[in-house]
Nanobody, 127 residues
Framework: HVQLVESGGGSVQDGGSLRLSCAAR????????MGWIRQVSGKEREGVAS???????TYADSVKGRFNITEDSAKNTLYLHLNNLKPEDTAMYYC??????????????????????WGDGTQVTVS
């Protein structure tokens, strides 16, 4: 069983920045399809950014040029760098990973209910 633990959320002003972290407490992200999903209460989950098992990154159009997804394999940690935040970015952000999904997978794969493992989420609020 893989445990993913997110951190780094918080409240920022319009235009601010945050860095979200997702630590794999067990196992590693090696060869995983991994990424970040966000959800606002009462709305569907939205894939934000992903790294496929072949290293290809994909971003939602709404965050392109503002968010950046990176991985530190030595620390077994996935990051999401959020810049120029807007109020519409307010959501609970979840980290997810699946070692059975082959590339190319992209954002849609992560929003499926049967997608691998999820963390408990970290809240981002922009005002």
């Amino acid at each position: 069983h893989v445990q993913l633990v997110e951190s780094g959320g918080g409240s920022v002003q319009d235009g601010g920045s945050l860095r979200l972290s997702c630590a794999a407490r067990t196992g590693t992200f090696r060869r995983a399809c991994m990424g970040w999903i966000r959800q606002v209460s009462g709305k569907e989950r939205e894939g934000v950014a992903s790294i496929d098992s072949d290293g290809e990154t994909t971003y939602a159009d709404s965050v392109k040029g503002r968010f950046n997804i990176t991985e530190d394999s030595a620390k077994n940690t996935l990051y999401l760098h959020l810049n120029n935040l807007k109020p519409e970015d307010t959501a609970m952000y979840y980290c997810a990973a699946d070692w059975t999904v082959t590339a190319p997978a992209g954002l849609e794969a992560m929003t499926r209910p049967d997608f691998g493992y999820w963390g408990d989420g970290t809240q981002v609020t922009v005002s």
